[in-house]
């Protein structure tokens, strides 16, 4: 696997602009929020300085009231992403800051972990020391911020706003809610997209239909200054997704390691923490099913669909170790496609839905970062051979097809890697499972 490990640096050598990673040369110019985690990661065993550096970029965006933006945008002229600042207009926002510009919604909470890994794998102790004085406050603010104005009926429960937060943008799981958006065309900004320009990509992004929701809500939040208050009043779409609070429960752990460290009372960490997981087992553990469903606030109703998703709570030692073992079974069996052996795991979606897209972004295909998150997640439980295999499967579509952004699950298909090749968050994840192999 040599190779593999050099291709990896490569390509997160590729995408380094002087000022962070990007996602990807082309499609994703500037820096993105969970990407800038899973790439830290993957740095801290090539550079830890620019591992650092990358998450002292991204918590320059960091509003005041601790929320952190989904991207935070460079300088670059020639960088074309839609929406861009002028669309999404966060300078009417409160707490934003002058600069750097930003979006106005955030994405799933890594960053505790991926400060707490780097703190293990710091060159010294002082340096450890020193990171983590610099990230502790600006993590629990970011912590508070989602406690305070993300979980308006005090149950320990996030809830999303818009698809793009939760980072798997067309997943099956939106797609009722988004449903029950009316669209005037008449009313809905004019805008144009620049994802249709990479020819690859292109075919498998998500459709016209999707975006003229995404714009929808984007113009709703807009138009209400980014104000939580009035948002949690008046957004038609407030999910709480299992992927993201289980993440959340994930990083709360890392808040608590770090603050003991630095001799911090957590009790307050402690205490969302605790509530999350009991809420999460009261609100969206699916005993029928055997999995996380996510649930929709507006509707008041479980969304209780085969979504990998589903399985993440695991990241986040939200379930017991019976709940894990139900979800294993998921794995192994027909729902994910562990057994007949015929696909790579894990699917976004089960290969068993009937509206499966093996090509279509979320809606079918295997994507890096959430196998990563499922091989912790098995480890956390000891389930080491299914991780195992997560992680074989996982390499083997790099190794065969290359960097790209997600890959068809089915074993043989004529064409693997979809989406944009050179993808970083690809890369540093190889390279975070490559360098187990280095140190056992
Ligand atoms: C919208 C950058 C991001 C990832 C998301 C992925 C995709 C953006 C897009 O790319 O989303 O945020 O334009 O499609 O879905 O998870 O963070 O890699």
Same mark, same amino acid.
């Given at each position: ?8 640096k ?15 040369p ?10 800038a ?43 074309h ?26 994405q ?7 400060? &707490? ?31 305070q104005?993300r ?10 706003r818009?698809?793009?937060e ?6 099956p799981?939106?797609? #009722? ?12 900004p ?34 209400h200054?980014?104000?939580?208050v ?13 992927l ?21 009372d ?10 999350t997981? #009991? ?8 005993q ?14 479980p ?20 709940q ?5 079974? #998921? ?21 068993q ?8 972004? &979320? ?5 890096i970062n ?8 098995l ?15 996982s ?19 004529a064409?693997?890697?979809y989406?944009?090749?050179q993808?970083?968050?690809s ?5 975070d ?7 056992e």
């Amino acid at each position: 696997m040599r190779h593999l490990f050099a291709e990896a640096k490569a390509v997160l050598e590729a995408n380094f602009n002087g000022q962070f990673t990007k996602p990807a040369p082309g499609l994703y110019p500037h820096q993105w929020n969970w990407d800038a985690g899973f790439i830290a990661l993957g740095l801290a065993h090539l550079n830890w300085d620019r591992a650092v550096a990358e998450m002292r970029h991204l918590f320059a965006g960091q509003w005041s009231n601790g929320f952190l933006p989904h991207i935070v945008f460079g300088d670059d002229p020639a960088a074309h992403y839609f929406p861009g600042p002028a669309f999404w207009q966060t300078n009417q926002a409160k707490a934003a800051p002058p600069s750097p510009s930003t979006s106005g919604i955030s994405q799933p909470p890594i960053h505790g972990q991926v400060i &707490w890994r780097l703190f293990q794998l710091a060159p010294s102790r002082e340096q450890g020391m020193a990171l983590l004085e610099e990230f502790y406050s600006k993590l629990l603010r970011l912590h508070q911020y989602y406690y305070q104005f993300r979980d308006p009926d005090e149950e320990g429960l996030i809830l999303i706003r818009h698809p793009w937060e939760a980072g798997t943008d067309n997943s099956p799981y939106w797609d #009722h809610t988004l449903a029950q958006i009316a669209i005037d065309s008449a009313e809905l900004p004019s805008y144009e997209r620049k994802d249709l320009q990479n020819p690859q990509a292109a075919q498998h992004r998500p459709t016209q239909y999707d975006y003229d929701r995404y714009v929808y809500l984007v113009d709703l939040f807009r138009r209400h200054q980014y104000d939580d208050v009035q948002l949690n009043a008046v957004c038609p779409f407030q999910i709480q997704d299992p992927l993201f609070n289980g993440v959340l429960c994930w990083s709360n752990e890392a808040l608590i390691e770090m603050g003991h460290v630095l001799g911090e009372d957590v009790l307050e960490i402690i205490l969302w923490n605790e509530l999350t997981v #009991h809420s999460m087992n009261e609100k969206l553990w699916n005993q029928e099913k055997g999995y996380y469903h996510a649930f929709d606030r507006v509707a008041h109703a479980p969304i209780p669909i085969p979504v990998n998703s589903g399985l993440l709570p695991l990241v986040g030692l939200v379930p017991t170790q019976e709940q894990a073992e139900a979800m294993l079974r #998921h794995l192994e069996g027909p729902t994910f496609g562990g057994a007949p052996k015929d696909v790579y795991l894990c699917p976004t979606y089960s290969p068993q839905a009937k509206d499966i897209d093996y090509a279509r972004y &979320w809606r079918g295909p295997v994507w890096i970062n959430t196998n990563w998150l499922l091989y912790q997640g098995l480890l956390r439980y000891d389930m080491k051979d299914m991780a195992e295999r997560v992680r074989r499967d996982s390499l083997e579509l790099l190794d065969q097809f290359g960097f790209y952004e997600y890959f068809d699950p089915r074993k043989g298909a004529a064409q693997a890697g979809y989406g944009t090749a050179q993808f970083s968050w690809s890369a540093a994840l190889c390279l975070d499972w490559l360098a187990e192999d280095e140190e056992e």
